[in-house]
């Protein structure tokens, strides 16, 4: 019977340090938002890290093919060459 009764109390008393290591001194709730605020970070630096990548191949296709770079030019700031007609058609439904 004694024994029980310690092994009863034990159990109480590393359930309340349990409780108050992960609750009261909000220790679980800080590793879980630092968990979430890492993954975050993570995406945000895989997000960049692609549009990096984008952007470099965007600028070795404009330093290494002239009829792209004029493409865009034209597309971008609206440039019409010598001798071209420019054509709009308006969409009214």
Do not use: H, P, W
């Amino acid at each position: 019977m004694k024994k029980e009764t310690f092994y009863r109390i034990v159990r109480i008393v590393v359930i309340l340090f349990l409780a108050y290591c992960f609750f009261l001194n909000r220790g679980a709730l800080t590793v879980v938002k630092k968990l979430f605020e890492e993954r975050k970070i993570k995406m945000s630096i895989a997000k960049v890290e692609e549009e990096n990548r984008l952007l470099k191949l965007d600028i070795e296709t404009l330093q290494n093919n002239r009829s792209y770079l004029i493409r865009r030019i034209k597309r971008e700031y609206r440039v019409i060459g010598d001798g071209e007609i420019e054509y709009r058609f308006n969409n009214e439904n």
